[in-house]
DNA sequence: GGTAGACCTGGACGC
DNA sequence: GCGTCCAGGTCTACC
């Protein structure tokens, strides 16, 4: 089975792959050297299959060695367009960044996507296996937790052990203590399966989110109100969600404004609002595709 | 509203 | 091989 999707231009395969570290991240797996983006995808039939993502004249190709049904077919070609925002216009950020060099390059390199998950679910899971931890430590824990309770591909895709993203109600059903002990999440294991619990149990509607009318700053205080959701998180979860209205200030952020306004002297998370401050709500895209200075 | 300290893991380092 | 230190956001208690 194979499908092409158009995306609204400009679009870069490459840069939404690579718009943040979930590339990195099973069952995200990216072919470098060849540009494919893998994913093993649980449909709404709960077919697990690995999907291989191309670049395509226009847009993207998504391939399958399986047979679809209509409904299936529908059911992925909805999902891969929430994942590369496919539809999204950035038009208003590309005007407002004409004036700053440091953003020249957003329109030509099509900067302004963030690459998500099939599932709100997953990003935010995700997004809380990046606080408070190394990388290297947060795709170990990722890794972990889609072994201990995603379901593994069938054949014929079956030809490494991979496994899709577990649903909320396969983490619910286990405990805080696996969590801890077989995943090694940490402190977060009681975090992570409440908001298991919640979503699986209908409590808390978060994939609502995707579509939500409400305005950012609402928005925002919905997802502080998870356990394990502080200030970076929330910015994070935004940006994914098409919000650019807040700054994930992370260590990261501190430093990269350290070096480029302040000389590599020590700064605070305001002092890094402030520099973005007249960005408003694009202030998150702003920081996101800055041209900084510092490199790592 | 601001701040200090605890939370937890694994890598780096010294012995 | 063992012990110690450190990095990384969020939460809670306290002022």
Do not use: C
Not at 45 to 55: A, D, F, G, M, W
Not at 239 to 252: A, E, T, Y
Request: net charge neutral.
């Amino acid at each position: 089975m194979k499908l092409t999707l158009p995306a609204r231009q400009p679009f870069n395969f490459r840069n939404t792959v690579r718009s943040h570290g979930w590339y990195q991240m099973a069952p995200f797996d990216y072919d470098e050297d060849e540009n494919i983006l893998k994913y093993v995808i649980r449909l709404e039939t709960s077919k697990v299959l690995e999907i291989q993502i191309r670049e395509a004249p226009d847009g993207i190709s998504v391939e399958a060695q399986k047979k679809l049904t209509t409904a299936e077919v529908n059911d992925l070609t909805k999902t891969v367009t929430w994942m590369f925002g496919l539809e999204m216009d950035f038009s208003d950020f590309y005007a407002a960044a004409k004036k700053e060099l440091k953003l020249a390059h957003v329109v030509q390199k099509a900067y302004g996507r963030v690459l998500r998950s099939p599932t709100l679910f997953e990003d935010v899971l995700k997004t809380i296996l990046t606080t408070n931890t190394l990388w290297s430590a947060t795709k170990r824990m990722n890794l972990n937790l889609i072994k201990e309770f995603g379901p593994a591909l069938a054949w014929p895709d079956r030809q490494t052990e991979k496994h899709a993203f577990p649903e909320p109600a396969e983490i619910a059903a286990s405990s805080p203590e696996v969590l801890r002990e077989a995943v090694r999440v940490g402190y977060r294991a009681p975090s992570i399966h409440e908001l298991a619990v919640r979503v699986a149990s209908g409590e808390l509607d978060i994939e609502s989110f995707k579509t939500s009318g409400l305005p950012t700053l609402e928005l925002r205080k919905e997802l502080l109100k998870i356990k394990g959701v502080g200030p970076y998180a929330a910015a994070n979860l935004l940006l994914i969600l098409g919000r650019g209205d807040f700054i994930p200030v992370d260590s990261w952020a501190l430093k990269l404004v350290s070096h480029e306004w302040y000389d590599g002297e020590p700064v605070t998370p305001k002092q890094v609002e402030k520099h973005f401050e007249k960005w408003g709500e694009f202030k998150g895209l702003a920081y996101w595709f800055w041209n900084w200075k510092y490199k790592g």
